[in-house]
């Protein structure tokens, strides 16, 4: 799986306190999707604009609807709003785990790509959506390859000091590949287009400026086992499974480790421990990380609203967190057998130690939050 990094630059019109663009970026367990939204003029209304037309497309693609249909949706709404001055402009890519693209764009620029030390504008075609212009173009995200998707700020910078009506997604091109001629990395040439960018319009951004630079790298995958299946004709699927997947593999649960001896025949021994209030950890051949579930699972939770200069790096939850924290997709194999016991449990509930499905459901959303995508295997 490759993993889709965005690096995100947004300056607000001469020094404005709210930005009038607003950048998405929203992960699935099949692709990524970046948008960037410009609203109409510039300042709170610009912003709340975007943001209203942003949120839209979110929840159309949320609903199943292809980048290209839902786009097509977002436009139709964008129309009615043009009535009262309520207006949209935006560029959207949609980008499978592979690399494949496809980009959308709507009265914005046109994207560019870099590959291999040289930047260009994707060849593109011109769909009809209600009487307007959507721009479609693709392309194959990978090593030495770069999308950048930008609002109109960048591409008419110099608009009105020589530059007619501005530089444009071609200009954009251009003055990369004069810095990317030397080698440099792609960051640094598109800083110092962004310099340039900035320079020739008097040394001020003249208008709200936002650019996105998507590119891949092959995922690190965190595997969670945790809580035996909810029945026991399940638990040698449950473990092969886990096993088959790619990446770490950690356990979070006692009897789930139980389960996950008996089926692999491994060896499990306990960790000894001075701390009276760590949960209890264990070895295990083929494992990265193995611990009590509940406890565990719901301090790993806490632990990330806490400044990470308190934290006891020593500490078996500290290990479980920088597991987390390297792995940009995360991968749930959930047993769904309850614990009745433990859930109606008085000191759980005293001590507000979430049950499983609440715990992992709890996590799922923090874990997206953190740009991680976050898939869920229930048995």
Same mark, same amino acid.
């Given at each position: 799986?490759?993993?889709?990094? $965005? ?24 692709? $990524? ?7 109409? #003029? ?91 212009? %959507?721009?479609?173009?693709?392309? %194959? ?111 979070? #649960? ?126």
């Amino acid at each position: 799986m490759q993993y889709i990094e $965005t690096l995100q630059y947004r300056y607000n019109k001469l020094d404005n306190t709210v930005c009038g663009d607003d950048i998405t970026v929203m992960r699935t367990k099949d692709s $990524t999707v970046v948008i960037v939204m410009d609203g109409i #003029g510039s300042g709170i209304r610009a912003n709340l604009c975007a943001t209203l037309f942003g949120n839209e497309l979110v929840c159309f693609l949320e609903k199943g609807y292809s980048l290209l249909e839902a786009c097509r949706l977002v436009v139709e709404t964008i129309k009615i709003g043009k009535k009262t001055d309520n207006f949209a402009a935006f560029s959207a890519a949609n980008i499978l785990h592979n690399g494949y693209a496809q980009m959308v764009t709507y009265e914005g620029p046109e994207p560019v790509f870099i590959n291999n030390n040289f930047a260009y504008i994707p060849q593109t075609r011109v769909l009809r959506a209600g009487g307007e212009n %959507l721009i479609e173009s693709n392309c %194959l995200l990978g090593k030495d390859k770069a999308l950048l998707l930008f609002s109109d700020g960048l591409s008419q910078s110099g608009m009105g000091h020589g530059f007619g009506y501005g530089i444009g997604s071609g200009g954009v091109a251009d003055k990369l590949n004069e810095y990317l001629v030397s080698g440099i990395k792609y960051d640094e040439a598109v800083k110092k287009m962004l310099e340039y960018c900035k320079a020739i319009s008097e040394d001020k951004w003249e208008d709200d400026t936002s650019l996105v630079i998507i590119k891949t790298r092959n995922a690190v995958t965190a595997n969670i086992l945790t809580g035996p299946p909810s029945g026991k004709n399940l638990d040698e699927k449950f473990i092969n499974d886990f096993n088959k997947a790619p990446g770490l593999k950690i356990v979070c #649960g006692s009897t789930t480790l139980d389960v996950y001896a008996r089926v692999t025949k491994t060896a499990v021994k306990m960790q000894e421990s001075s701390n009276p209030f760590e949960a209890p950890t264990y070895k295990a051949d083929g494992l990265n990380f193995a611990s009590e579930g509940a406890l565990m699972l719901n301090q790993l939770y806490n632990l990330y609203e806490l400044n990470p200069a308190n934290l006891d790096g020593g500490a078996p939850i500290a290990r479980l967190k920088e597991l987390i924290d390297v792995s940009d997709k995360i991968t749930f194999f959930y047993g769904a057998g309850e614990n009745k016991e433990q859930n109606d449990s008085m000191m759980f509930s005293q001590l507000r130690i979430f049950p499983r499905a609440k715990i992992i459901k709890l996590l799922t959303d923090k874990f997206k939050q953190l740009g991680k995508v976050v898939v869920v295997h229930k048995y």
